[in-house]
C-alpha cells in the first residue's frame, strides 16, 4: 500500500456484486461458476433461526450441490475458530467457501479460506499483504448494512491468548462474488439495523479523509454518507424495505471505499475494544467517532467541511464552523438512534486506557489516517470520548 | 442480461484498477501477477511513435519477461485482424495479453485473446454472453479518455464482409487489471481528446437511462457527466495535465456504467455508421446524441432533467423544459468544441439510412435502450440529424 501512494498510483479492486431483492436465488448458479462440487458454508444460528441457512441450502441442492454447514463462529471471530474451520474444510474436502452472515461469519469464512490454503496459524498472517497462496473461490451473502466484508481486502480476527482483534489485509481476502440482497434485512433487530449502519458510517468517514483516498473511493464514501443520513432514521424507525435496501447501497458503497483507501484512528481503537472487551463492534463507533474526527479535524479541515455540510444539510459561515458542527450534530444523529455515547458505558475502568491505546497503536488502521497518532494522542481521545 | 433483470437484480463487475500519474511503472508487476513468461503486447503505430510502445518493453524487459509485439491493428478493428492475431499468439506461446491503446487496439487485443482461447472465427461469438471458455489474463492500458475498453465486457470488431461493426459482450471480456496514466493523455491530440470525451459522455447519458441501470451505475455515470462537462472545454484549449486527468476519471466511471448496464440506440446506431462508413467512433455522438435523447425523452423524463440540470447548471419551471434545454445546451458545448454537428457531414447519401437503421435495429445495444425503438424509428432519428 505504501509504495503504491509514493508513486501517486491508487489501487482499486472490489468483487463481482449482484445485489437486488431475491438475488439470494443466485447462489447455486454463482457457486457452480466458482467452481463448487462441495460447499463449505459459514453462518450462524441468528440465521439458522430466521431460516436463511435453509434457504441457501435448499439453493444449492437443487443445483445438485454437496455442501457442509459449519456454525462454530462467535460474534467477533476467535483464531482457534478459524483453524477448526480451516481443518474441517480440509477434511470434508470442500472446494467453495459461502458466508452467509454479518461481518463475524464473513470474517470467520475469510480466516477458514486463509488457513485451509496458505497453513500455519492465523496469526501469521497479521497485518498487511502477507499471504502469498490463492485462497479457495469464496462468495458471500451479507445479511447486515454495515461490515462490508463481503467487498473488503479486510478480515478482522481475535487473537483470543494476546486478546487482540488482528487486521489481516490481503487483495487476496476480497470475494469472489458478493450478493447482496436487501430482503435478509428483513429479519434483523432494529439494533442490529442501527449498530450496522453507524459501522457503514464509519467506514465512508474514516476512507474519506484517508491519506490514501483516490477519485473512486472518494465517490463511494460520499454517497454512503449521504445514504445513511438520509435513510436510517426511517429504517430505524419503521424497518421499511425501501430504506433497508438504500442502507444495502450505503454498506456497500462503504465498503469499496475502506477496502481501498483504508480506515483510520477510529477503527483502531474499535478494534483494540473489541479485543479487550470483546464489544459489540458497531457500538463503539457512536463513541468514538466525534473524538476522533475532532483531533483529525486540523489535518483535513476542507474535507470535514464537506461531511459537515452533508450533516447540517448547509454551509456555516467559515469551513471550520461546518466542519464542526457537523460533529455535534453527528454526536445528536447517533443519541436519536439510542446508541450510547460515552466510553464509560462499555469499558469498566478508566485504568485500562492507556494499554487500550498501546495496542491500538500498533494497529494497521492508523497508516492512513490523516493525522500522526501516537498512542498518547489516542488516550487524549478516549478521554474526550469517557 | 436478460434473465438477471427479471429478478430484479443487477450486476456490478470492474476490474482491478490501477490509476495514477505514473501508474505504468507498475506494468511488468502487474503482468508477472497475471503469472506472464511472455507478453502478447497490442498496440498501435500512433503510440509508437509517441514513445510508449518502447517504453512498456522497456519496463517489460527490466521485469525480465519475453514480450512479441503486434500492431497490425486499424481504427475499427477488422474479424481478420483478430484471427490474424490469435494464430501469432498461439505460435509465439505467449501467455497474457496486454493492450495498450484507445478502443481500437483494446477491442482488437480482446479478439485475440477471444479467437486464441475459444478458437473459430470472431464472428461466432457476436451478441451477449456467447463465450465458454477462459479467456488468457489481460492487462489493457488505456491511451484515451474514453472508449472504456479496459473497464468493460464489451468488444467491438468490424465484420468486413458485412459492413457490421459487431458487438461481443461477455463477462469473461472484461480485462484482469487495467492501468490508466493520466500522463499518456498529454501525447494525445486536440481532436482525440474531444473524440474520446464525447464519447464517454455518450457512455455516461446511455447507461444513465439504461433499462437495467442500477444505483451502482447511476452513481458512475451522472459523475462522469459531471467531470466531462467541467472539464473538457479546458482540456480542450488548454490540455492541462489536471483536466485530462479529471477526463481519465470520467472515462473510467462510465466505463464502470456502460459495462454493466448497457447503452442504448445511440450507440446501436454509432456502430452501424462506423460498420458501414469507418467513421471515427468518437466523431458521431454529436450529431446522434441529442436527437437520440429527444426519441427517449417520454420514457426516461424524470432522468434527462437530472441530465439537463446537469448540463444548464439549473433547473427550469418543468422536467420537460429542464431536459430539452439540456438537450439544447449539449448541442452547443460539443459546437464550441468543433464537433460536426450534422450527420450529412459524415454519411454521404440519405439514401443510405434506412439500411443504416435496419442494421442498427439489430444491434445489442438496442436492448437496453429506454424507449422501444424499430429500425424506421431510428430512421425518423437520422432524419432528424441529417
Redesign the interface.
Known amino acids: 500500500m505504501k509504495r503504491?501512494k509514493s508513486?501517486?498510483?491508487?489501487?482499486?479492486?472490489?468483487p463481482?456484486?449482484?445485489?437486488?431483492?431475491?438475488?439470494l436465488?443466485?447462489v447455486g448458479t454463482c457457486a457452480r461458476q466458482l467452481g463448487a462440487r462441495k460447499v463449505f458454508l459459514v453462518s450462524d444460528q441468528g440465521l439458522e433461526k430466521a431460516g436463511w441457512v435453509a434457504r441457501i441450502i435448499d439453493t444449492l441442492e437443487k443445483g445438485r450441490l454437496r455442501w457442509f454447514y459449519f456454525s462454530n463462529v462467535a460474534c467477533n471471530p476467535r483464531d482457534f475458530q478459524t483453524e477448526q474451520g480451516a481443518e474441517r474444510y480440509l477434511a470434508e474436502d470442500a472446494d467453495v467457501i459461502i458466508a452467509l452472515g454479518g461481518g463475524s461469519p464473513m470474517d470467520a469464512a475469510k480466516g477458514i479460506a486463509l488457513v485451509a490454503s496458505n497453513g500455519g496459524k492465523i496469526k501469521d498472517y497479521e497485518g498487511a499483504n502477507r499471504i502469498n497462496k490463492p485462497l479457495p473461490p469464496m462468495l458471500f451473502i451479507p445479511s447486515t448494512a454495515g461490515s462490508g466484508s463481503d467487498i473488503s481486502q479486510f478480515a478482522i480476527i481475535t487473537d483470543v491468548e494476546r486478546r487482540v482483534k488482528m487486521s489481516i489485509i490481503s487483495?487476496t481476502l476480497v470475494p469472489n462474488i458478493t450478493i447482496i440482497d436487501p430482503l435478509i434485512l428483513e429479519t434483523k433487530s432494529q439494533e442490529l439495523i442501527v449498530a450496522a449502519a453507524i459501522d457503514a458510517l464509519a467506514h465512508a468517514i474514516e476512507s474519506y479523509i484517508s491519506r490514501i483516498a483516490?477519485?473512486?473511493t472518494e465517490?463511494?464514501s460520499l454517497?454512503a454518507i449521504e445514504l445513511i443520513l438520509a435513510h436510517l432514521p426511517r429504517a430505524f424507525r419503521t424497518r421499511s424495505l425501501e430504506s433497508l435496501e438504500q442502507l444495502s447501497?450505503a454498506s456497500?458503497?462503504a465498503g469499496m471505499a475502506f477496502s481501498n483507501a483504508g480506515l483510520g484512528a477510529e477503527h483502531a481503537l474499535a478494534h483494540s475494544l473489541g479485543g479487550i472487551f470483546d464489544t459489540l463492534h458497531g457500538l463503539v463507533h457512536p463513541i468514538l467517532l466525534p473524538p476522533v474526527m475532532q483531533f483529525n479535524l486540523p489535518a483535513c479541515l476542507d474535507k470535514m467541511a464537506v461531511i459537515g455540510a452533508m450533516v447540517l444539510g448547509r454551509r456555516l459561515e467559515s469551513p471550520e464552523k461546518t466542519a464542526l458542527g457537523g460533529i455535534e450534530r453527528l454526536r445528536e444523529f447517533c443519541e436519536e438512534l439510542g446508541a450510547p455515547l460515552h466510553l464509560r458505558h462499555i469499558v469498566r475502568d478508566k485504568f485500562q486506557i492507556p494499554d487500550l491505546c498501546k495496542m491500538a497503536a500498533g494497529d494497521v488502521c492508523l497508516l492512513t489516517n490523516p493525522r500522526e497518532a501516537a498512542w498518547n494522542d489516542l488516550v487524549r481521545i478516549c478521554e474526550e470520548a469517557w
Chains 1, 2 share one sequence.
Open positions: 503504491i508513486m501517486g498510483a491508487h489501487k482499486f479492486s472490489i463481482e456484486i449482484i445485489f437486488g431483492r431475491g438475488s436465488d443466485y487483495r483516490s477519485p473512486f465517490l463511494q454517497r447501497i456497500t458503497g
